[in-house]
């Protein structure tokens, strides 16, 4: 057999492994909230306020979109057209044309470019956000952010590219076999090292101060049957306005982390049941589950690109011999960028699923479903969130069921406990 038939039969397999995990975990029966209950819990809004948060997604919406249409036709410049093998030369030419010069300084220029040309929409992003009062930063400290993340990027995105091209160098007929390995635990290792190595890098963590409110997470966490060592607070109030709650990491390194914000905006029963949520998700292995999905889903891109390389009229657009050479990579962005794209909205779906898991989780676990309804009102007044969305773009984009969904959900929990 040859190294493609094994490949086409990896894919076959993985592709069924992902598509009777995603089947099995994520919770796809969930009766959507009734409409009249949605729109009553709309009236709970006042007028002004949900103009206000309807006038600055209509600002960000342009963005949004001229972002995505730019970052595609980018990449596909760089991809289909041979000004991405053209860069990646450019950038190997002061190291003697070497490979590993092509393909961690190349890979890094390509990247860098498109970066640097959707730079300004991102300029015009943080004037609004910080004119709505959402953002408190400062330009220098916005910038600050930027350049931490091009680091981290670059760290990151440099090991990768060492690594992926001295496996096509080294392994030109197998290199799919060893990529697609590498890169599902890449993913399973970025779950377990991103809260204690990248988060601290942007976010100082520090353990909720003692008192009544960490005993109250504590005890719930515990009569939950979830493990939890510390709830971590962070210190997001030097960035926004915006209140959240989130948990991350896996195992050792799991944590349920609130913003400062949240402490200082939110009433004490709302911050319990914000936890209960980020309980649920903790309880119900989230995060493990969505590890497993990007494990298998990255090891299914290696391989679809792989088998893409077999594909003469993309190569001879991209002014390339080989999909597996550095000078590839620009191929490489556009396909991995249409992929995204293409792989969002499915993303989005599976993601608003959970999240809906975890909700219903809270109001089971605080039976409380007055203290949650305040606490989701008070999530979307002060992040600006329109509280009942365009359903078009709620279900290509929003990772989470709408603001009054949320709330008429916790009616229909309130009605059913009855
Ligand atoms: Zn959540």
Not at 225 to 242: E, F
Not at 364 to 375: C, K, S, V, Y
């Amino acid at each position: 057999m040859t190294p493609r038939l094994w490949a086409g039969g990896a894919l076959i397999v993985l592709l069924v492994a992902l598509i009777g995990f995603v089947a099995v975990a994520v919770p796809w029966h969930r009766a959507p909230a009734p409409r009249a209950d949605q729109l009553a819990a709309l009236g709970q809004f006042p007028a002004d306020q949900v103009a206000r948060s309807r006038a600055f997604h209509a600002e960000l919406r342009p963005l949004s979109y001229a972002g995505m249409l730019l970052g595609l036709l980018i990449a596909l410049a760089l991809g289909l057209t041979p000004l991405g093998a053209r860069l990646v030369e450019l950038a190997g030419r002061p190291f003697g044309d070497h490979w590993l010069a092509r393909a961690v300084l190349g890979g890094l220029a390509v990247v860098f470019v498109a970066e640097l040309l959707t730079l300004p929409l991102a300029i015009w992003r943080h004037t609004v956000v910080v004119r709505y009062g959402i953002s408190t930063q400062t330009w220098g400290s916005w910038a600050v952010d930027l350049l931490k993340s091009f680091g981290v990027g670059a760290v990151l995105g440099g090991v990768v590219l060492a690594a992926f091209f001295t496996v096509t160098h080294f392994a030109p007929r197998w290199w799919w076999a060893f990529g697609a390995a590498g890169a599902a635990g890449l993913v399973v290792l970025l779950s377990f090292v991103l809260p204690v190595v990248v988060e601290p890098i942007f976010n100082r963590f520090t353990p909720m101060a003692d008192g009544p409110l960490r005993s109250e997470l504590l005890a719930l966490a515990e009569r939950d049957g979830v493990p939890v060592k510390d709830v971590l607070v962070a210190d997001a109030s030097r960035r926004t306005r915006a209140v959240n709650a989130y948990v991350s990491g896996l195992g050792p390194t799991r944590r349920i982390v609130v913003y400062d914000t949240m402490l200082t905006e939110a009433t004490p029963g709302e911050v319990v049941s914000v936890t209960a949520h980020e309980l649920g998700h903790a309880k119900d292995n989230d995060v493990l589950t969505g590890t497993i999905m990007g494990a298998l889903g990255s090891a299914v891109a290696v391989i679809v690109l792989y088998l893409l390389g077999s594909w003469t009229g993309l190569l001879r657009l991209a002014g390339v011999e080989s999909i597996a050479e550095p000078r590839a990579i620009g191929l490489l962005l556009a396909v991995t960028t249409v992929a995204g794209l293409v792989a969002g909205p499915a993303q989005s779906f599976v993601s608003r699923r959970v999240e809906a898991r975890a909700d219903s989780h809270a109001l089971e676990l605080t039976g409380d479903p007055a203290t949650f309804e305040a606490m989701q009102r008070r999530l979307g007044t002060v992040n600006l969130a329109d509280p009942d969305p365009p359903s078009w773009e709620h279900a290509m984009f929003a990772s989470h069921p709408s603001t009054v969904q949320r709330m008429a959900a916790a009616r229909a929990w309130a009605q059913g406990a009855r």
